[in-house]
T-cell receptor, first 111, second 114 residues
Framework: GDSVTQMEGPVTLSEEAFLTINCTYTATGYPSLFWYVQYPGEGLQLLLKATKADDKGSNKGFEATYRKETTSFHLEKGSVQVSDSAVYFC??????????FGTGTRLQVFP | EPEVTQTPSHQVTQMGQEVILRCVPI?????FYWYRQILGQKVEFLVS????????KSEIFDDQFSVERPDGSNFTLKIRSTKLEDSAMYFC????????????FGPGTRLTVL
């Protein structure tokens, strides 16, 4: 079945460091890919998405590119802030279907 | 900006009791979902609902669970007889139509079963 694999956390960085959180997927067909973020004590918020191969999703300085050849959707940010500390979930879905989430990666950013 | 709302934010119940978790999806959305997240674990799909019926459910969604859209705005999840292992954060989500692909989540209800 379809699945998402994320790198284990926590990822611990100093402010202004470069961030990469790896995400790879297994899917039949052509899924859409998402990154959701969960700040402490809050629900899930859509961070960015990409719906087809080579699309780049971006938001709030975060980027991820849909790579069909490597079945990946790695999340990157050039300079993280303390306020980026959260849990990041990679997810996929065929259009209109349920979301399948990865296990989540906790990011901790220190001043 | 329209948003999905959920009530209550936190529900504490005794094992064996019935609970109803409530959600108000975004008003023009057609597809509705429930997910849960046990503390420290990943978010898991429970059920999807479209056109007043369940379109898909996971193995977690057994006979103790049911969903309903009793009127034009609410979408509820009922757990008939709660178990300790039902303690989790429950998220409602809605989606406008298949071509948009984006599910919008509510803030969640934390269910604690004692």
């Amino acid at each position: 079945g379809d699945s998402v694999t994320q790198m284990e956390g926590p990822v611990t960085l100093s402010e202004e460091a470069f961030l990469t959180i790896n995400c790879t997927y297994t899917a039949t067909g052509y899924p859409s890919l998402f990154w959701y973020v969960q700040y402490p004590g809050e629900g899930l918020q859509l961070l960015l998405k990409a719906t087809k191969a080579d699309d780049k999703g971006s938001n709030k300085g975060f980027e991820a590119t849909y790579r069909k050849e490597t079945t990946s959707f790695h999340l990157e940010k050039g300079s993280v802030q303390v306020s980026d500390s959260a849990v990041y979930f990679c997810a996929l879905t065929p259009p209109g279907d349920k979301l399948i989430f990865g296990t989540g990666t906790r990011l901790q950013v220190f001043p | 900006e329209p948003e999905v709302t959920q009530t209550p934010s936190h529900q504490v119940t005794q094992m064996g009791q019935e609970v109803i978790l409530r959600c108000v999806p975004i008003s023009n959305h057609l597809y509705f979902y429930w997910y849960r997240q046990i503390l420290g674990q990943k978010v898991e799909f429970l059920v999807s609902f479209y056109n007043n019926e369940i379109s898909e459910k996971s193995e977690i969604f057994d006979d103790q669970f049911s969903v309903e859209r009793p009127d034009g705005s609410n979408f509820t999840l009922k757990i008939r007889s709660t178990k300790l292992e039902d303690s989790a954060m429950y998220f409602c989500a809605s989606l406008a139509q298949t071509i948009t692909d984006t599910q919008y989540f509510g803030p969640g209800t934390r269910l604690t079963v004692l």
